[in-house]
DNA sequence: CAGCTATGTAAGATGTTGCTTACGCAGGTG
DNA sequence: CACCTGCGTAAGCAACATCTTACATAGCTG
């Protein structure tokens, strides 16, 4: 769980994981994506990918090929969904209830006008 | 997007979340939460929260009452919705061209089993 | 107004991250 | 076997994150 979320917290291992997303690219294609930073610096996020189960690696002669691996994301899933769902609840019982003022719900309404 | 990762990946950010995910608590209740560090880090997580948009602070005479944001999260749900739909995608492209081996499709199914 | 409470901010110590260059090693190729 | 290619690892360094203690500020309360 922890690992996941920082390992996601970085753009860079975030564009390798789109990369590795559909195709299984070897680690020096990848690298060559990053035309910015050296070879081992993408090997080490590489790494941090790995052990945070985001990407499977399968050796393939002299090549390491790393794919998206979709489990990987399931507690950060879950963290998401947790939220999303104790949140219905929340509202539910607070509505019954009825413990906040009108105008603290309205405003809780309004400030939701992207997605909610 | 980049923010909102970083502020998840603390553990203790994470469960101040949780925390203010059903109530609305003042700063200095959120930290009698959390014994083991003083009230200044967690005056600090909570504006890490705030930075990202993950909480909202409603001033309430001496206090500041935080409450969790539910669209903070939604950069953060858009980017686990593309990993998911490009990855339904993928299958379907992959699964129509034959393209890979069927042990790999095995291997990939089977690895599934947390939750797929 | 004096003083108390609740809270944020500043400054600094310490651990962690993310890069670099240099090196090691496995695996294919002549 | 000698050698080249592809990749990971080690060491070192600059930047950043996360604590701490000390201080500043806003708002009640007598």
Redesign the pocket.
Same mark, same amino acid.
């Given at each position: 769980m922890d690992g996941t979320l #920082?390992a996601l917290?970085?753009p860079?291992r975030r564009a390798i994981l789109r990369l590795v997303h559909d195709d299984e690219l070897?680690? &020096?294609?990848i690298?060559r994506h990053f035309p910015?930073?050296? #070879?081992?610096?993408?090997?080490?996020?590489?790494?941090?990918l790995a052990d945070a189960g985001l990407v499977v690696?399968r050796?393939a &002669?002299?090549?390491?090929?790393?794919r998206w691996r979709p489990e990987g994301l399931s507690d950060v899933t879950a963290f998401l969904a947790q939220m999303w769902s104790g949140r219905l609840a929340a509202l539910k019982t607070a509505a019954e209830r009825e413990e906040w003022p009108a105008r603290e719900r309205a405003k809780l309404r309004g400030s939701g006008e992207a997605r909610d």
């Open positions: #920082r917290a970085d860079t070897a680690a &020096g294609e690298a910015a930073m050296s #070879r081992p610096a993408v090997s080490q996020h590489l790494r941090v690696i050796p &002669g002299n090549l390491r090929l790393y």
